[in-house]
């Protein structure tokens, strides 16, 4: 049932007006900061106003203007739309905490310009979770990628100007070079870019056109990180925390897997899909993604950067679950950007909780840090279980429902190629914990080296080998910073967990969908 | 009967686990607490036995954790779960003052609950799913208990532990997703030959295979089992028995569930069926041999005591999965094989707790691991000598202890096997199974006879005797071996017969009739019973035993003589070896480097 509401506009005005405040308070961070949580609450609640009509069975509706014939700039909340804002919604308002407290303890400049381009790419990705057409999104994903980018070169460095060219440069590219052609074939072959229920593109064109408009949208949706467009992502980690946390493993990366997801079900449709092969085609390159990456992260000594990679392989996850094209499998996609939002993002607020306390970034340097900040690290720990899918964790849910949907699907690959990732989710997160509580901090003797680099199976390392001297002393005086940056960890920690015990509250939004 | 307890059985060492946050410093309340959490379980499961017997317990909660929790007792998953917690009970007993050694005793006790709890939890579970979360469960908690020294060989073993269950796992997992789709069921019961024949019997071998691979994980089958010599002797004492003595049985028990449940046919099935569930059992049967056999060579040339242990452990899996395999592969006569297995794991709990807690014991007074080492403690440690005396013969399968009821009725399992098909290969298996229990002889009373006798080097001449908690725990398990060796009867009755019952073995079948026939003459007491009907079988299991004894005691004899137990097996030739060098690659290849320079 569609029904007319000024509510989606609402939810996404509430943090373009709270920007504004942000500027004006510039010379005040208390009240600053205040006008940040004050708008990630209002914004929470306009979020959240609109869940017992959605989940009554309404699609809400709001239309701005027309900006060209039958392409409206308007909002649309359905189940999918509602699940990525409300995670948004909520991670927003914990980041704010956790940004506070990482900022000011590192001291960090130009704070208020951060501030306001949070709030901005806030707007942002609310307008495109709740976008009721292409077009719309199409704004929206842009704003997003031009608003990150003072973010991602927060440091001013030369290597953050580097880097942040390279995201520039992957994600304008591919959005300008590949999106929106498909975005305008879309309309020539269907009369309008809307999202409905069952996909407006008609069956009766030419096949090649129709393959064609689809591979342009996978490769011109930059933000969902498919190999080998995947680069500016772990590039993107030279930005503070909070926003690696925030925007690159919720709001940009999900926009991607959201805008995918858009595409399979509301343009192309299922049974379009099915009939033209492509879930196939997205599958494989799926899990090419999934498992390269997941190669990738267990290379990489920063932390930042294996979590980066994990948030490739896991985006694909939810572009998986699209592409089998069965209910449970989309369930289980859909599902993933909740599951792994809340996980992902507690890994990356450990990570800079870590950085905070020690000033350490690499995997090498971590042993023993769990006696030290033993509220971080069980933050870790729980995360770590639902990134590898271990019950009642979040992630166990999503995995179960995908790898149900792939055998639905006749897809016995995708079973093996998600038993496999998780295995080496598994041998890309555990050693972190586990070497955080069991080991010792590196002693760095040679003589202990020389013992323990046969019968290890974690040996000594590279980075610690090089701070020789530090002996047991490496960790001396650390703890755990300050309660802004503990708490919020912990607190998307919990409900990783906890989304595991519950996962009906999702299940709805996705039912309805399905109505 | 529906009821909540098999519920509180699992949920009560996890409220007892957060309960030791109170006080965590106070060693009184903490044991007080740990032993409470592990008695009450027991007495919970205890008091289940009558509405076990007259048809089983369900519950379910739909509304946790999402798919609910559902959780069913029959009588075999009650007398492994309460075993289980009875292993509990005596090893908590026991570690009051072996921990006293140790520090960090609120994590050991910690963990240990939460391990009770998921071990629990997978015994008692109602559906794969369920059972599923409580084995993860066990994946996790116990890493703190195997890592608990932290030191280089600690946290190696427990990586080994924690990669392979997290790969077994994930076979269990994808077993379980084609379980789900093909029967759209994941209950514990007959669903796999629901499978319709469209689908093939490719299907079935699929999810036997991984499911059996899944569970064998745990239970250290051949090629999943390297982790197990690393992993269990590097806990503390206790942790040790109860991972090698009750941990160990939540794989055979998935395994008994998959290939002696899952894929049972329901009356009038199609024969292909039948078919499908031999040649699980066939595969299973090798698999359980091969564990069997060549892990009694590992144990035979370990001189660490805890490690041959642990060799001996896998071994014993090894005759359970073959007990289970035999069942199977008797289709309707294989009551024999589940029997002999059920009775099996009850022993190899008991005697393998009780090894543990003895070798505990010495290690706990004289800090010395090594067989060889040691000597002469006859003078020293009487009790913990005759506990281990006690334990030893029962795992060597001498007549009048425990092990010999159910090797007996494995050996009756693998003759009727045998006989059923005439495969030249079940033969040999029979073979194999009697040097096994030779070799399992040879090995446990050598290390018997190198600690408690011969010369006593001078450093352990003022070693005192075991405290009385350790006593305790050693006493309660050599009196529990005592009592099932002479009263084997008493266990098949009670349990092992309605184990059987809802299993859909056809009760005229020879197999099942010969059970009890073999029940009566197992205890080999039965040859002083006037009326013995069949003597000549009594005999015969007295011959097979006498056969294996005599093999072992020669193999002992030389072996000690001529330094057979010394041969090392060259590094490239271990399992352990290249999974060790594989994960090192997996888990940090910056590392590479760093290896290059030392």
């Keep these: 049932m569609e029904v007319e509401s000024i509510k989606p506009l609402l939810a996404v005005l509430t943090p373009l007006i709270g920007s504004v405040f942000i500027l004006m308070a510039r010379k005040k961070p208390n009240l600053r900061e205040g006008a940040t949580l004050v708008t990630a609450f209002v914004m929470f609640f306009a979020v959240v106003s609109m869940v017992p009509d959605v989940l009554s069975g309404k699609t809400l509706h709001y239309t701005l203007f027309e900006f060209w014939p039958s392409v409206p700039i308007g909002f649309r909340v359905d189940g999918l739309g509602m699940v990525f804002g409300i995670v948004a919604a909520v991670t927003w308002i914990l980041t704010s905490f956790y940004s506070i407290g990482y900022m000011r303890s590192l001291d960090e400049h130009a704070q208020t310009r951060f501030f306001f381009c949070f709030a901005v790419t806030l707007f942002a990705t609310e307008g495109a979770a709740f976008s009721n057409n292409w077009f719309t999104l199409f704004i929206f994903y842009e704003l997003i990628t031009f608003f990150t980018y003072p973010l991602v070169t927060h440091h001013e460095s030369h290597e953050a100007w580097e880097k942040g060219n390279k995201y520039l440069a992957y994600l304008l590219g591919t959005s300008k070079v590949f999106l929106t052609p498909a975005i305008l074939g879309t309309y020539y072959y269907a009369g309008s870019v809307d999202f409905t229920a069952n996909g407006i593109m008609p069956q009766n064109v030419d096949q090649v056109m129709l393959i064609g408009i689809y591979i342009f949208y996978l490769a011109g949706i930059g933000k969902v990180a498919f190999m080998p467009l995947h680069s500016w992502l772990p590039a993107s980690m030279i930005a503070p925390t909070p926003v690696s946390a925030l925007l690159h493993a919720v709001a940009v990366v999900n926009t991607g897997a959201f805008c995918v997801l858009r595409v399979i079900i509301n343009i192309f449709g299922i049974d379009l899909m099915q009939q033209l092969d492509l879930g196939v085609i997205t599958a494989v390159i799926a899990c090419i993604t999934i498992i390269t990456a997941s190669i990738y992260a267990m290379k990489s000594n920063n932390l930042k950067e294996r979590i980066a990679y994990s948030t490739v392989s896991q985006l694909s996850y939810m572009v998986l679950g699209g592409a089998l094209l069965t209910p449970t499998g989309i369930r289980g996609g859909i599902m993933h950007i909740a599951m792994h939002a809340f996980a992902k993002i507690t890994l990356f607020f450990c990570a800079g909780s870590i950085y905070v306390a020690t000033k350490k970034t690499n995997v090498s340097e971590l042993n023993g840090i769990g006696r030290k900040m033993p509220w971080t690290m069980a933050a870790f720990a729980i995360a770590t279980l639902s990134m590898v899918g271990i019950p009642p964790a979040g992630g166990f849910v999503s995995k179960w429902y995908l790898m149900i949907g792939s055998t639905e699907a006749k897809e016995f690959w995708t079973l093996i190629v998600l038993a496999t990732s998780a295995l080496l989710n598994a041998f890309y997160f555990v050693p972190i914990v586990m070497n955080g509580f069991f080991r010792d901090a590196q002693d760095e003797d040679a003589e202990t080296t020389l013992e323990n680099a046969r019968p290890v199976l974690i040996p000594q390392s590279v980075g610690a080998a090089a701070s020789k001297g530090g002996s047991g002393r490496a960790l001396a005086g650390i703890r755990e910073p300050s309660l802004f940056v503990v708490v919020p960890l912990c607190i998307t920690a919990v409900v990783s967990f906890v989304l595991g015990m519950y996962p009906e509250f999702l299940l709805e939004f996705i039912g309805v969908m399905f109505q | ?598």
């Excluded at chain 2, 004492?237 to 794989?251: D, E, V, Y």
């Design chain 2, 1 to 598: 009967m529906e009821s909540s307890l098999p519920l509180w059985a699992a949920l009560i060492p996890i409220l007892g686990a957060f309960a030791l946050l109170l006080k965590k410093n106070s060693d009184s309340f903490r044991n007080a607490i740990v032993i409470g959490a592990s008695v009450l379980p027991f007495l919970l499961l205890l008091s289940l036995y009558g509405s076990v017997i007259n048809g089983g317990v369900h519950y379910a909660i739909s509304w946790l954790p999402g798919f609910g929790l559902s959780f069913k007792v029959d009588a075999a998953g009650l007398l492994i779960a309460l075993i289980t917690s009875f292993l509990w009970i005596l090893c908590s007993i026991y570690s009051i003052t072996y921990m006293t050694h140790e520090d960090k005793r609120f994590r050991y006790d910690f963990f240990s609950l939460l391990t009770l709890a998921s071990n629990l939890g997978v015994l008692l579970a109602g559906d794969f799913l369920t059972l599923f979360i409580f084995f993860e469960g066990l994946l996790i908690f116990p890493y703190p208990l195997i890592a608990h020294k932290e030191d280089a060989p600690a946290v190696k073993g427990a990586n080994l532990y924690l990669y392979v269950g997290v790969a077994t796992s994930l076979l269990l997992l994808s077993g379980m997703v084609l379980l789900k789709t093909y029967t759209g069921s994941l209950e514990i019961s007959a669903i796999a030959p629901d499978i319709a024949a469209s689908m093939g019997t490719a299907v079935k071998f699929q999810i036997a295979i991984l499911m059996i691979a899944g569970f064998g994980g745990k239970a250290g089958l051949f090629f999943e089992h390297f982790w197990l010599p690393e992993a269990h002797p590097v806990a503390p004492t206790p942790a040790s028995a109860l991972l090698s003595a009750a941990m160990i049985k939540a794989g055979a028990y998935g395994i008994f569930r998959v290939v002696n449940l899952l894929f049972v046919p329901q009356a009038g099935a199609a024969a292909e069926d039948w078919l499908t569930l031999g040649n699980i059992g066939y595969w299973t049967i090798i698999i359980g041999t091969i564990t069997m056999f060549f892990a009694v060579i590992s144990a035979l040339i370990s001189s660490n005591s805890k490690r041959m242990l642990a060799f001996h452990s896998i071994s014993q899996m090894g005759y359970i999965v073959m007990g289970i395999g035999c069942a199977a592969y008797l289709g309707k006569d294989g009551a024999m094989g589940v029997a002999g297995a059920l009775y099996h794991i009850v022993n190899h709990a008991l005697f393998k707790a009780a090894l543990f807690l003895g070798v505990g014991a010495v290690y706990f007074r004289t800090n010395q691991l090594d067989m060889y080492k040691l000597g002469g403690l006859m003078k020293n440690m009487p009790v913990t000598a005759i506990c281990l005396f006690i334990a030893v013969c029962g795992i060597s399968g001498v007549p009048l202890f425990n092990g010999f009821a159910s090797k007996t009725i494995l050996h009756h399992a693998i003759i009727e096997s045998y006989e059923h098909g005439h495969d030249m290969t079940l033969w040999l298996v029979e073979k194999i199974f009697i040097v096994t229990a030779a070799g399992t002889f040879a090995s446990n009373f050598k290390m018997f006879y190198l600690i408690f006798r011969g010369n006593r080097p001078k450093e352990f001449e003022q070693v005192e005797p075991a405290p009385l908690p350790m006593k305790i725990g050693m006493v309660g398990f050599a009196v529990a071996i005592l009592f099932l060796g002479l009263f084997p009867n008493w266990l098949l009755e009670t349990a092992i017969g309605p184990a059987l019952a809802p299993l859909g073995f056809d009760p005229s079948s020879h197999a099942y009739q010969l059970l009890y026939n073999v029940q009566t003459q197992v205890s080999g007491l039965a040859i002083l019973y006037p009326g013995a009907e069949s003597f000549s079988v009594v005999l015969h299991n007295l011959f097979s035993s006498v056969v294996a004894l005599g093999l072992g005691g020669g193999l002992m004899y030389g072996g000690l003589k001529y330094h057979w137990f010394h041969i090392t097996i060259p590094k490239f030739a271990t399992f352990d070896f290249y999974a060790t060098k594989m994960l090192r690659r997996l888990l940090n290849p910056w590392s590479l480097a760093s290896d290059k320079r030392v």
